[in-house]
Nanobody, 115 residues
Framework: VQLVESGGGLVQPGGSLRLSCVVS????????MTWYRQAPGKERELVAR????????NYADSVKGRFTISRDNAKNTVYLQMNSLRPEDTAVYYC?????????WGQGTQVTVSS
């Protein structure tokens, strides 16, 4: 199983980024996918989750209305569109899949929101 995130970077407050996570090694379309983030000195927190077919989405209160999770099962890819970014969104963002009773993580992608 492999999860590879991309799309992070440095952005000014109010800006946007789109993160991608390409998955291999399991039947992507059968599993929910989740984005987490971890800021320096803080615990990893759930950002957004999407069901296997994409019909159900859940968000942390801190990102509701600003972030959108989506997936393309034909491309084995899950996305996180992040708009109206704030300095407090600065973190390493990870995608996650729970498969066969195990949790799998990508290597993470750094998002820095700063002027």
């Amino acid at each position: 199983v492999q999860l590879v995130e991309s799309g992070g970077g440095l952005v000014q407050p109010g800006g946007s980024l789109r993160l991608s996570c390409v998955v291999s090694g399991f039947t992507f379309s059968s599993y929910a996918m989740t984005w987490y983030r971890q800021a320096p000195g803080k615990e990893r927190e759930l950002v957004a989750r999407i069901s296997s077919a994409g019909g159900s989405r859940n968000y942390a209160d801190s990102v509701k209305g600003r972030f959108t999770i989506s997936r393309d099962n034909a491309k084995n890819t899950v996305y996180l569109q992040m708009n109206s970014l704030r300095p407090e969104d600065t973190a390493v963002y990870y995608c996650n899949a729970g498969v066969g009773g195990r949790n799998y993580w990508g290597q993470g992608t750094q998002v820095t929101v700063s002027s």
